[in-house]
């Protein structure tokens, strides 16, 4: 072929045929794996590789954009289509790990919901809203709870969506989650705890967070009903939980146990912190209710925006005890971070006017089928409820676990592990292994790329593992 682009000449072995497109996304592959296709390297347009090939152009826009959201290629207005440079090389005796390249990688990395499924135009109706119709009072310093038009309406939805016990007055608006805990640490310690429980495994960052504040934090063990009551140290005066649908393993708290540990919290003059990290997006039945009923008085419910619209909204809420809420305001005003006023009254309407529960209602629908189509595609059994935003893919060792997360990072994939990910208090090759995979990441075109990706390195690494002595003749 001539190429009819300046300085560009290719080759591409294509078959013609009902699989051209297959065949064409394969050559195009093989010849970055191989390294013929430098980085960077401008591929011609899908006009001009589509003549030579003698192929629809369709054909070749379809391969572009496959191999786009796969990470092969790259695009961008106005400079054409370009080799992304994150192919694996083929493999010589004296060759290194090619480098990493982040920004181009497939994400299933937990903790994140689709960020192009963020609601543009309904927020930018609410902001407008918002900007024409507040008070000038509202520009002010705030108080440190939050806006009362904000704290009122979540009042309402927590009580209509979660079942809490909430008065307007009670509810303390945050800079997201993390900032509600070093907030929650702070005021625990001002109150004389001097320790708190976190779930084991749970989130390293957590663990983090509460120790900045000067606490000591123990483990509590977590099993198939959820975090074990039976397991608090006797020197913990608070315990961090998710009782909805625990992080990472996706249990859900049993009965027995919420009631015993709003039992140990008035038992114990301690206090139990509820993170409804993502309460919302249960798929197999209703979502069970916050435990904070049980005990307004011991439990501090903490709720978020980050899963349900973007982590980078940094919006959060609690709903604080009585006993709890004087030291909670305190360290809200020592540590001086709070939501803009414009961020509040925006989020404030979207409640108001039902188009969060829309929202959360359309992502719902998306989320439940991407689980389903996880579990159908790995043929595997997935552990916890369906639920959420992560599921939980058993590995067969720690070993196993830390060669999918390092070989799915070489091989395009960003993905964390129990161990790999440090969710473990304490590590130990004993422990259970497994891969968080957080299918709600990838944005819509790159999620089958995403899962086509996965089900090959698990399929891969899982034949490795099991055959560890074979060797190709």
Known sequence: MDGREPGLDLHLDVTQGSGVGRALEEALRAAVRSGRLAPGTRLPGSRTLASDLGVARGTVVQVYAQLTAEGWLSGTPGSGTRVAGVGAVEARPD????ARRPGAH???RPGRPDLSSFPRTAWASAVRRALASAAPAAWDYAEPAGLPV????IAGYTARTRGVRADPGAVVVTAGFAHALAVLGRALRSVGVRCAATEDPGLPRHRALLRATGLG??????DGDGADPADMPDRAGAVLLTPAHQYPCG???APSRRAAFAAWARHRDGFVIEDDYDGEFRYDRQPVGAMQALAPDRVVFAGSASKSLAPGMRLGWLVVPPALLAPVLAAMEDLGAA???VDQLAFADLLER?????HVRRARLVYRRRRAELAARLARPLDGVAAGLHALLPAGSAGEERALVETGLYAGLRLHGLHADGYWHEASPERRAALVIGFATPPPHAWHAALEALAGLVDAVAGQTENPDRHDG
Do not use: T
């Open 339 to 341: 939501v803009p006023a």
């Open 150 to 153: 904000l704290r009122a309406a």
């Open 354 to 358: 039902g188009d969060y529960d829309r």
């Open 217 to 222: 934090v123990v483990p509590v063990r977590v």
């Open 251 to 253: 249990v859900v708290l």
């Open 106 to 108: 497939l994400d299933l």
């Open 95 to 98: 060759a290194q790990p090619p």
